[in-house]
């Protein structure tokens, strides 16, 4: 079977655009529903819209957690995105306390009510539009050919706040400066959406692929 990136269905979510974000870069993609998929797989993209509680309730029902932990434990390339990004903290505190993959560590939070601009003009909650991604000086080979400070397209009411914040790969601000890409060894996350981010957010998702590598595009 040649090899391919799976694309984790779990219920949530706009899969179809992120797949057919994937393949407009060449990338062969499955959408995967069962942890055999995932297995199978030479990388995972878990993308996500919706709350937090029903994400991990929805994974957890349909037996992909083990997984998907196992998958990244065992190296697989892994891009979240969104809520994808989300479930990799110990805690998220979306509609009560709710336990993540505890990957990294470190809390899911609400943007404050009292958001303001620096003209102090008050922010709208949730976070909807298009923002800069200032990129960390890191070796992350996912911000290949994309300019620093490039924008991307959002859409959230929650951001994570790691504990260590060298993991973080870029920030945004939006009345206060949050993370919105993480890097650690084989796991990219991101907060906004690729997928919906034109040349800038196809660039990433054909640097994913080029990361997982070359078997994965379609020859």
């Not at 797989?41 to 993308?47: G, I, M, S």
């Not at 994400?55 to 990244?72: E, K, Y």
């Not at 990294?104 to 298009?130: C, E, Q, Y």
């Not at 960390?136 to 080979?141: K, M, R």
Request: glycine residues 10%.
């Amino acid at each position: 079977m040649p090899a391919f990136i799976a694309v984790v269905d779990y219920g949530r979510g706009n899969l179809r655009s992120v797949s057919k974000a994937l393949e407009a870069v060449g990338i062969r993609v499955k959408i995967v529903q069962n942890p055999k998929g995932i297995e199978a797989a030479a990388a995972l993209v878990v993308p996500g819209q919706g709350a937090f509680d029903d994400c991990m309730s929805t994974l957890r029902q349909q037996h992909l957690l083990p997984s998907i932990l196992n998958a990244i434990q065992a190296g697989k390339p892994y891009l979240g995105i969104c809520i994808g990004l989300q479930i990799l903290y110990t805690v998220s505190e979306e509609h009560g306390t709710h336990q993540g993959l505890g990957i990294i560590p470190g809390r899911v939070v609400r943007f404050p009510d009292s958001l303001t601009d620096k003209a102090g003009n008050r922010l709208k909650i949730p976070h909807m539009g298009w923002n800069e991604v200032a990129q960390e000086p890191l070796s992350v080979p996912l911000w290949k050919d994309i300019p620093d400070r490039s924008y991307f397209y959002f859409v959230h009411s929650y951001y994570g706040v790691p504990d260590n914040t060298s993991l973080v790969a870029g920030w945004t601000e939006y009345g206060i400066p949050f993370a919105s890409a993480i890097f650690r060894d084989n796991l990219f996350a991101v907060q906004f959406h690729p997928e919906k981010s034109q040349k800038a957010g196809l660039t990433l998702l054909r640097n994913f692929g080029e990361w997982v590598g070359k078997e994965v595009f379609v020859t």
